[in-house]
């Protein structure tokens, strides 16, 4: 069943001008942050050039059908994505506090020195 109804050896045959287009929910990821949107373009199989021409926004020469979905296994990579942020917060944070400190310091010293 193809919805052209161009069936040839059991496969559809696109053409690269054909009206169909196919969408799907996109998600992405980072830390405890995720989005998802609707992306519609060629489907499965049809010819293309860059990944946005696809649905599942991948393309090999081929739009792909391999489209990322919500995992179990996500869960612990946003995790470690959450703990390395708070981390690398925290050092900033801290690394400026220091820089403050040694700058205080040395103004203060500098002040005694001239006064």
């Known amino acids: ?3 052209i109804n161009k069936c ?3 496969y559809c045959v696109f053409y690269d001008n054909s009206p169909i287009t196919h969408c799907n929910l996109i998600y992405k990821y980072f830390s405890i942050f995720h ?3 609707l992306h ?3 489907t499965y ?3 293309c050039n860059e990944d946005n021409e696809c649905s599942s926004k991948l393309c090999f020469g ?3 059908s391999a489209v990322q979905t919500p995992k179990e296994e996500q869960e612990f990579r946003k995790l470690v994505e959450t703990i ?3 981390l690398a917060l925290i050092s900033i944070s801290v690394l400026i ?3 403050y400190y040694i700058y205080s310091c040395y103004k203060n010293k500098y002040k005694k020195i001239n006064h």
Do not use: A, M, P, V
């Open 1 to 3: 069943e193809c919805f």
């Open 8 to 10: 040839i050896y059991n």
């Open 35 to 37: 989005i998802s949107y």
């Open 40 to 42: 519609c373009g060629k």
């Open 45 to 47: 199989g049809q010819l």
């Open 62 to 64: 081929k739009c792909s």
């Open 84 to 86: 390395c942020s708070i």
């Open 97 to 99: 506090c220091i820089i």
